[in-house]
């Protein structure tokens, strides 16, 4: 009968050994699953974000509120849309020819 419960706790060992290493690979499974999880709720957020943007672009073009801009050459040949209604800008080149062209035509 000794015999018998000695095999018996060798037996139960083995078990829980193979329950503690499935154990590990649950976690490890469990943690992939996490880290997947929160990388697909970082894309959701940054898609979120651009069509908030495309959405903000097309209200303020659709509702006239960028008329003050004027497009401006900058380095490279890339054109920038500035406001010349700000007393910053009404320094800069593009905007005192605009001016002008607004006084001929007003004028005239």
């Known amino acids: ?30 943690n992939q699953i996490g880290r997947r999880i929160m990388t697909d709720k970082l894309i959701a957020c940054v898609i979120l974000l651009l069509l908030l943007g ?28 500035i406001d010349c209604s700000l007393d910053i800008t009404k320094t800069y080149r593009q905007c005192q020819e605009l001016a002008e062209q607004n006084k001929g035509q007003g004028g005239g």
């Open 1 to 30: 009968k000794l015999k018998q419960q000695t095999e018996q706790l060798k037996n139960i060992h083995v078990d829980v050994n193979t329950v503690g290493a499935n154990m590990k690979v649950a976690d490890k499974l469990l």
């Open 54 to 81: 495309m959405l903000g672009i097309l209200v303020v073009k659709s509702l006239g509120l960028d008329k003050g801009a004027t497009d401006v050459a900058g380095a490279g040949g890339q054109y920038y849309a």
